[in-house]
Protein backbone atom coordinates (compact mmCIF):
# COMPACT_ATOMS: atom_id res chain seq x y z
CA UNK A 1 0.00 0.00 0.00
CA UNK A 2 1.32 3.67 -0.92
CA UNK A 3 2.61 5.64 2.32
CA UNK A 4 1.73 9.21 0.74
CA UNK A 5 3.74 12.17 2.42
CA UNK A 6 2.18 15.63 0.88
CA UNK A 7 4.41 18.35 0.76
CA UNK A 8 2.42 21.74 0.36
CA UNK A 9 5.18 24.29 -1.00
CA UNK A 10 4.43 27.32 0.64
CA UNK A 11 6.41 30.58 1.73
CA UNK A 12 6.43 33.19 5.01
CA UNK A 13 3.89 35.05 3.35
CA UNK A 14 1.27 32.67 2.79
CA UNK A 15 1.52 31.50 6.24
CA UNK A 16 -2.69 32.75 6.75
CA UNK A 17 -2.90 29.34 4.61
CA UNK A 18 -1.09 26.74 6.54
CA UNK A 19 -3.97 26.43 9.37
CA UNK A 20 -6.60 25.34 6.70
CA UNK A 21 -3.97 23.46 4.55
CA UNK A 22 -2.66 20.92 7.54
CA UNK A 23 -6.51 20.56 8.44
CA UNK A 24 -6.91 18.12 5.80
CA UNK A 25 -7.00 14.11 6.82
CA UNK A 26 -3.54 13.59 5.32
CA UNK A 27 -0.37 12.88 6.05
CA UNK A 28 1.40 16.13 5.57
CA UNK A 29 3.88 19.16 5.87
CA UNK A 30 4.41 22.51 4.72
CA UNK A 31 7.87 23.37 3.25
CA UNK A 32 9.05 26.94 3.51
CA UNK A 33 12.73 28.63 2.98
CA UNK A 34 14.05 31.04 5.61
CA UNK A 35 17.91 31.73 5.30
CA UNK A 36 18.37 33.36 8.85
CA UNK A 37 17.97 30.04 9.97
CA UNK A 38 21.14 28.29 11.47
CA UNK A 39 20.88 24.86 10.84
CA UNK A 40 20.35 23.49 6.81
CA UNK A 41 16.24 22.57 7.89
CA UNK A 42 14.35 22.60 11.25
CA UNK A 43 11.16 20.37 11.21
CA UNK A 44 8.38 21.08 14.00
CA UNK A 45 4.73 21.21 14.00
CA UNK A 46 4.70 19.40 10.77
CA UNK A 47 6.18 22.63 8.97
CA UNK A 48 9.49 22.01 7.31
CA UNK A 49 11.49 25.21 6.86
CA UNK A 50 15.11 24.97 4.88
CA UNK A 51 17.64 27.49 4.78
CA UNK A 52 17.54 28.88 1.53
CA UNK A 53 15.59 31.94 0.13
CA UNK A 54 11.45 32.50 0.02
CA UNK A 55 10.88 33.52 -2.98
CA UNK A 56 10.01 32.66 -6.65
CA UNK A 57 13.86 31.90 -8.05
CA UNK A 58 14.41 29.89 -5.26
CA UNK A 59 11.67 27.77 -6.00
CA UNK A 60 14.28 24.65 -7.36
CA UNK A 61 16.99 24.91 -4.35
CA UNK A 62 13.63 24.67 -2.16
CA UNK A 63 12.38 21.58 -3.38
CA UNK A 64 15.86 20.21 -3.97
CA UNK A 65 16.77 20.76 -0.10
CA UNK A 66 13.06 19.76 0.84
CA UNK A 67 14.15 16.04 -0.56
CA UNK A 68 17.28 16.14 0.88
CA UNK A 69 15.76 16.72 4.35
CA UNK A 70 12.85 14.20 3.87
CA UNK A 71 15.62 12.13 3.31
CA UNK A 72 16.96 12.67 6.88
CA UNK A 73 14.03 12.64 8.98
CA UNK A 74 13.08 9.86 11.02
CA UNK A 75 9.62 10.24 10.82
CA UNK A 76 9.64 9.81 6.99
CA UNK A 77 11.51 6.54 6.75
CA UNK A 78 8.26 4.75 6.19
CA UNK A 79 6.88 6.11 3.41
CA UNK A 80 6.46 5.45 -0.35
CA UNK A 81 6.06 8.75 -2.00
CA UNK A 82 6.19 12.51 -1.61
CA UNK A 83 3.41 14.60 -3.27
CA UNK A 84 4.64 18.43 -3.97
CA UNK A 85 1.31 20.36 -3.99
CA UNK A 86 0.90 24.30 -4.09
CA UNK A 87 -0.10 25.65 -1.31
CA UNK A 88 -2.53 28.67 -2.76
CA UNK A 89 -3.91 27.43 -6.12
CA UNK A 90 -5.33 23.91 -5.60
CA UNK A 91 -8.26 22.06 -4.67
CA UNK A 92 -7.61 19.28 -2.29
CA UNK A 93 -10.61 16.84 -2.23
CA UNK A 94 -12.23 15.31 1.12
CA UNK A 95 -11.33 11.56 -0.09
CA UNK A 96 -8.01 12.17 -1.15
CA UNK A 97 -6.05 10.15 0.83
CA UNK A 98 -7.94 7.25 0.34
CA UNK A 99 -7.00 7.65 -3.26
CA UNK A 100 -3.33 7.87 -2.54
CA UNK A 101 -3.51 4.65 -0.63
CA UNK A 102 -4.67 2.82 -3.34
CA UNK A 103 -3.98 4.60 -7.04
CA UNK A 104 -1.34 3.18 -8.90
CA UNK A 105 1.87 5.32 -8.97
CA UNK A 106 5.04 5.37 -10.28
CA UNK A 107 8.60 6.53 -9.51
CA UNK A 108 7.91 10.01 -11.08
CA UNK A 109 3.98 10.45 -12.28
CA UNK A 110 1.59 13.51 -11.86
CA UNK A 111 -1.56 14.70 -13.69
CA UNK A 112 -0.52 16.68 -16.23
CA UNK A 113 2.63 16.09 -18.35
CA UNK A 114 4.30 18.77 -20.69
CA UNK A 115 6.34 18.73 -23.46
CA UNK A 116 7.24 21.95 -23.74
CA UNK A 117 7.19 25.27 -22.71
CA UNK A 118 7.71 29.20 -22.45
CA UNK A 119 10.86 30.58 -21.58
CA UNK A 120 9.92 33.57 -19.88
CA UNK A 121 7.33 32.51 -17.46
CA UNK A 122 9.05 33.24 -14.79
CA UNK A 123 9.85 37.00 -15.44
CA UNK A 124 7.98 39.39 -13.72
CA UNK A 125 7.48 37.07 -11.02
CA UNK A 126 11.05 36.70 -9.59
CA UNK A 127 12.56 39.57 -6.89
CA UNK A 128 12.60 43.01 -8.44
CA UNK A 129 16.79 42.52 -7.98
CA UNK A 130 17.53 39.08 -9.43
CA UNK A 131 19.02 38.44 -13.00
CA UNK A 132 16.09 36.00 -13.62
CA UNK A 133 13.71 38.82 -13.77
CA UNK A 134 14.97 40.09 -16.62
CA UNK A 135 16.40 37.12 -18.36
CA UNK A 136 14.62 34.36 -20.34
CA UNK A 137 15.58 30.42 -19.68
CA UNK A 138 17.83 29.14 -22.62
CA UNK A 139 18.06 25.39 -20.93
CA UNK A 140 16.86 22.55 -21.63
CA UNK A 141 13.17 20.94 -22.31
CA UNK A 142 12.16 17.35 -21.55
CA UNK A 143 9.08 15.52 -21.07
CA UNK A 144 7.78 16.94 -16.90
CA UNK A 145 5.25 16.89 -14.66
CA UNK A 146 3.48 19.75 -14.15
CA UNK A 147 4.07 21.39 -10.51
CA UNK A 148 0.89 23.13 -10.28
CA UNK A 149 -1.03 19.94 -10.91
CA UNK A 150 1.11 18.30 -8.28
CA UNK A 151 3.47 15.58 -8.75
CA UNK A 152 4.80 12.47 -7.09
CA UNK A 153 7.93 11.60 -6.47
CA UNK A 154 9.26 7.66 -4.89
CA UNK A 155 11.66 7.25 -2.61
CA UNK A 156 13.99 5.70 -5.06
CA UNK A 157 13.57 8.84 -7.44
CA UNK A 158 14.21 10.87 -4.52
CA UNK A 159 17.65 9.35 -3.43
CA UNK A 160 18.64 9.23 -6.84
CA UNK A 161 17.34 13.37 -7.22
CA UNK A 162 19.56 13.47 -3.65
CA UNK A 163 22.68 11.92 -5.03
CA UNK A 164 23.14 14.31 -8.14
CA UNK A 165 25.17 16.60 -5.08
CA UNK A 166 24.10 19.75 -6.70
CA UNK A 167 25.91 22.87 -5.32
CA UNK A 168 22.55 24.47 -3.28
CA UNK A 169 24.47 27.91 -4.29
CA UNK A 170 24.33 27.61 -8.26
CA UNK A 171 20.82 25.53 -8.35
CA UNK A 172 19.01 29.25 -8.90
CA UNK A 173 21.62 29.90 -11.29
CA UNK A 174 20.90 27.20 -13.37
CA UNK A 175 17.11 26.07 -12.89
CA UNK A 176 14.28 28.42 -12.49
CA UNK A 177 11.43 26.12 -12.73
CA UNK A 178 11.63 23.32 -9.85
CA UNK A 179 9.05 21.12 -11.71
CA UNK A 180 11.27 20.77 -14.93
CA UNK A 181 14.29 20.59 -12.96
CA UNK A 182 12.99 17.42 -11.28
CA UNK A 183 12.51 16.11 -14.70
CA UNK A 184 15.67 16.75 -16.17
CA UNK A 185 17.49 14.89 -13.39
CA UNK A 186 15.64 11.76 -13.31
CA UNK A 187 15.28 11.53 -17.06
CA UNK A 188 19.43 11.70 -16.76
CA UNK A 189 18.98 8.16 -14.31
CA UNK A 190 16.63 6.96 -16.81
CA UNK A 191 13.42 7.34 -14.56
CA UNK A 192 10.65 9.28 -16.77
CA UNK A 193 7.16 11.18 -16.14
CA UNK A 194 4.21 9.02 -16.09
CA UNK A 195 0.32 10.12 -15.96
CA UNK A 196 -1.85 8.98 -13.62
CA UNK A 197 -5.94 9.93 -12.90
CA UNK A 198 -7.23 13.33 -11.54
CA UNK A 199 -6.83 13.71 -7.81
CA UNK A 200 -6.79 16.82 -7.31
CA UNK A 201 -7.41 20.45 -9.09
CA UNK A 202 -4.22 22.28 -9.54
CA UNK A 203 -3.67 25.61 -11.01
CA UNK A 204 -3.71 24.41 -14.89
CA UNK A 205 -5.79 20.97 -15.12
CA UNK A 206 -9.18 22.16 -16.05
CA UNK A 207 -8.07 24.82 -18.83
CA UNK A 208 -6.00 21.67 -20.26
CA UNK A 209 -8.33 19.13 -20.50
CA UNK A 210 -11.87 18.39 -19.60
CA UNK A 211 -12.54 17.43 -15.97
CA UNK A 212 -14.42 13.70 -17.18
CA UNK A 213 -11.84 12.47 -19.44
CA UNK A 214 -9.81 9.51 -18.92
CA UNK A 215 -6.48 8.81 -20.31
CA UNK A 216 -3.78 6.24 -20.17
CA UNK A 217 -1.74 6.66 -17.01
CA UNK A 218 1.59 6.06 -18.57
CA UNK A 219 3.51 7.24 -21.53
CA UNK A 220 6.71 5.63 -21.66
Known sequence: MNNVLVC????MKNKELWENLLSHNL???IFVGDPNISEQFIYKD???TLKCEDTYEYLPVKVYMMINAILNIPDFDDITHIYKIDDHDTKIPD???EMLKTIKLYDYCGQNINY???RNWHIGKCSHNNPWNEKIYKGKYKPWCDGGCGYL???KAMNYINE???NREKIHDIYIYEDLMISLLLIDKKIYPNEIEDIIIGDKLNKQKKPT???RRRRY
Open 153 to 155: LSK
Open 27 to 29: NSL
Open 116 to 118: RGP
Open 213 to 215: KRR
Open 95 to 97: NLN
Open 46 to 48: RIL
Open 164 to 166: CNL
Open 8 to 11: FMSC
